[in-house]
């Protein structure tokens, strides 16, 4: 079967989504295709190693591509971290790189984030290829070329805009996701359609609970959207300077409740969104520019597939005021004033920056914070 490409217009940093099975096995023929790439360095980290790396490494070197590894680094949040990096950069230096090798990114977000930011630095900026193992990586963070690592100040405070040249999504990959991380990112394919496609979020509530239970082709379809989704947001606002922050529906809120649980496994980044982008519905309906029946759907939705919409469901205790003050200390406050993202009902997003933290702390408490 032939892959499905997305391809990402950004002048002479374009690029194509490849989507489908069975893409890894083949990934020589794709990375062969590329101009000026002579060499490969393949990252990767302990969960996906044993999985693909062989593949990768196998289907490269058949296609006549000159390509290492390094020894994979440890699997979560914790790698994006200046430690790692420091290690990352040095080993891929004693490698000897060139400006042609291109790093590549094999694994969930932690990895292309990481190997991102590296190859935007190393050298002053090295090609590099996302093969994303994850539903959040496969439909969000492989696309749009954000790289980073994390500050004792908080997430994603240290990186760099650096497109890839190619991502191969592999859906073969979901199979052996574990359900909460195929969950966490199931919660941003939702935002998708709640940003501006009402008639995929139609297509969700019904083929949802199929994917989420594994059928292949509702999700490879769920990539595709989702990708040309990012893709479009990202052609028209590569640097986030307007309409990129869209992508940001349910991050304020979830940003606040993730530090609220200390980044812990109370609560992933998936989980904390689903929540915000009921949050963020809830608070248009106290605005009246979204029905009460819309927020029926999405809960009921949430709670079809299996993500949370109450933070009754979370054994933490929460203080609406403090929430509400750490909505204030999220990268996107523009001028002291926070930026939200509503809706003006499902597939009907939009920015606002009239948000008061006394109006954030009373749709925290709706809650039950
Ligand atoms: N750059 C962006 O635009 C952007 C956007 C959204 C999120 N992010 C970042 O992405 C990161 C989260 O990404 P993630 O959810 O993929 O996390 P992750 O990379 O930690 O992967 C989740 C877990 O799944 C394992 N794993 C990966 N592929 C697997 C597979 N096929 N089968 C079984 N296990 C597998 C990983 O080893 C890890 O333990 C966060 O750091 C977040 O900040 C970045
Ligand atoms: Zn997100």
Redo the contacts with the bound molecule.
Sequence with gaps: MNPTTVHVALDARSYDILIGPGLLARAGEQVAALKGVRRLIVIT????AP??LERVMNSLSAAGLQAESLPPLP???G??SFAQLEALLEAILEKQPERGTALVAL???????LV?FAASIVLRGVPFIQM??????QV?????????I?SRHG??LI?SFHQPLLVLADTD??????RR?LL??YA?VVKYGLIDQPEFFAWLEAHGPALIEGDAEARRHAVEISCRAKARIVEADEKESGKRALLNLGHTFGHALEKATGYSDLL???EAVALGCVMALQMSVARGLATREELHRLRHHFTETGLLTHLSQIPHRFSAEALASYCKQDKKVKDGKLTFILLRGIGHAFITQDVTEAEAAATFAEFGA
């Design positions: 980290d302990t969960h996906v999985r693909y699997a979560g949040e790698t994006k694994g969930g977000g932690v990895i292309g984030d991102g994303p193992t994850t539903l959040l990586s969000d963070s492989s696309v749009g070329g954000k790289t980073a994390n997430k994603n990186g990959c979901l199979a052996p996701l574990p991380e966490a990112g941003e992933n980044h998936g």
